[in-house]
DNA sequence: CGCTACATGTAAGGTGTTACATGATTCC
DNA sequence: GGAATCATGTAACACCTTACATGTAGCG
C-alpha cells in the first residue's frame, strides 16, 4: 500500500514555485514544519523519479551542476489527484504521554519537568507562528494560497495553545500529588503545606 | 540509534497486570490508543527478546498454549531507565494539513467535506474519552495509576476540544472563500447569497 | 586560504506494518 | 459442526533517517 505521500509534498511545494532539492528541503523544514517533514534520502531519490514520469522538468541554471526543478502540467493533474487521495495518517506515538502514563514509575517531579519542558517549547512555536502568520499577511493580496496557509497555521496555534492550557492544568495537579504524597496522613492538621 | 520504545510501551502495560501478547496489543489499541499503537509483528519479537533478557517472566496458563507475560523485578527497573530517556518523537506527518496547505488545488469544497470529516471524528473520540474518564474515577480510590492515566486523558481532552474548535472557524474561513470566489463581483448588489 | 553555506547523492540500517499461516477455544 | 474470537508467530516489504562522500561558491 504505498503512500505517495512524499511524492505529493514535493509536487506541492514545487507548485509555490521552481526549486533545487536543496531548497526543496529547507522550504518543508521551515514551512511545513509544523506538520510535515522530508529528508535528503527521500528528496532526492522522489525528484527522479517524477522527473522520469515527467511530472517535473529538471532546468540547469547556468553553468553548474545545480538544477532547478519546475513542476509540469501532468505533475499538477497528478498533485491534484494525490491531494484528493484518502488520508492516511502514521498510528500515533506520543513519547511525552507514554511517559506520564507509566508516570507512577517516573516519579511526580520528573513528570513535572517534562511538562514544563513541553509548555515551554510550545510557547517558543507559539512566538514562531506569530511571525508566519505576519509574513503570509503581508503577501496575502498577491497570493491565491494564503486563505490555506492561514487555515492550518491557525490549525498549529490552536493546538498549542492547548497543550499550554493542558500544561497549566496538569501541573497543578502532580503539584496536589507531590503534597498529599509526602504528607501521608491527609488528615493531620499540624503538617503544613511546604 | 535505537529507541526501544516497544519495549517501554510492552513492560509499562505489563506493569499494570499481567497479560498474554495478544491481550497486550488489546489493550495498548484500547488503552493507549490516542497516543500509541503497537502491532504484532513488533509485539511478539519483542516479548520473546524481554524474556530472555530476564525481564519478563512467562507463565503457561494450564494446558494450552498460551502464556501469561509477567514484569519482574529487573524489567521494572529496566522500564524506570526507559520512561526516564529523553523523548525522540518521530517527525511530524499530518495528512490533513498537507492537504489543506495546498488546498488551492483541491477546491475548497473539498477543503471543507475534509475539516468536516475530521471535526465528527473529533467529536465521536470526545463523547469514547467521557467513557473512560468514568472508567479510570471508579477505580480511583483502588488504584495508584488513576491521577496519571487522568493527565494523558486530559491532554487527549484539551487537543480533541482545540481541533474542533479549529474546525468551526475553518468551515466558516472557507464558506467566506467559496462565496467570494463564485460571486467575482463583490460590490455587486443584485448577486444574492444563495 | 579556510570556513560556511549551498548542493547532490548513496548505502546501511532501523522501524514498523501488512499479509499470511496456523491452530485452540468458545458459543450457538 | 461452523463461526467468531483468542492466540502466536513470521516473512516480505515499505518507509524513512543517518551517516557518509563529494564537490562548488562566496566571503572574510
Same mark, same amino acid.
Given at each position: 500500500? #504505498? ?7 514535493? *509536487? ?17 523544514? !521551515?514551512?511545513?514544519? $509544523? ?10 531519490? /522522489?525528484? #527522479? @523519479? ?15 551542476? #545545480?538544477? &532547478?526543478?519546475? *513542476? ?13 487521495? &484518502? ?17 507512577? $514509575?517516573?516519579?511526580? !517531579? ?24 505576519? !509574513?503570509?499577511?503581508?503577501? @496575502? ?16 496555534? $490552536?493546538?498549542? #495553545?492547548? *497543550?499550554?492550557?493542558? @500544561?497549566?492544568?496538569?501541573? /497543578? ?5 507531590? &503534597? ?15
Amino acid at each position: 500500500m #504505498r503512500r505517495n505521500q512524499t511524492e505529493a509534498a514535493v *509536487l506541492g511545494a514545487l507548485s509555490v514555485q521552481p526549486m533545487t532539492g536543496y531548497a526543496l528541503r529547507e522550504a518543508i523544514r !521551515d514551512v511545513l514544519g $509544523h506538520f510535515w517533514s522530508e529528508s535528503f534520502g527521500q528528496i532526492y531519490p /522522489t525528484l #527522479r @523519479a517524477l522527473v522520469q514520469q515527467g511530472l517535473v522538468t529538471q532546468i540547469p541554471s547556468s553553468s553548474n551542476g #545545480r538544477t &532547478s526543478f519546475t *513542476l509540469t502540467e501532468p505533475g499538477l493533474v497528478r498533485l491534484r489527484e494525490l491531494l484528493a487521495e &484518502s488520508i492516511q495518517d502514521p498510528p500515533p506515538r506520543n513519547g511525552l504521554m507514554l511517559r506520564l502514563y507509566f508516570g507512577r $514509575h517516573l516519579g511526580p !517531579d520528573a513528570c513535572r519537568a517534562l511538562i514544563a519542558q513541553t509548555k515551554a517549547q510550545a510557547e517558543g512555536q507559539l512566538a514562531g507562528y506569530q511571525a508566519i502568520r505576519d !509574513d503570509i499577511l503581508t503577501m @496575502a493580496d498577491s497570493n491565491q494560497d494564503s486563505p490555506y496557509w492561514l487555515l492550518t497555521l491557525s490549525a498549529g496555534e $490552536h493546538t498549542t #495553545r492547548a *497543550l499550554i492550557a493542558w @500544561a497549566d492544568e496538569a501541573l /497543578t495537579c502532580l503539584a496536589d500529588l507531590t &503534597s498529599t504524597e509526602s504528607a501521608p496522613t491527609p488528615t493531620s492538621l499540624e503538617t503544613p503545606p511546604n
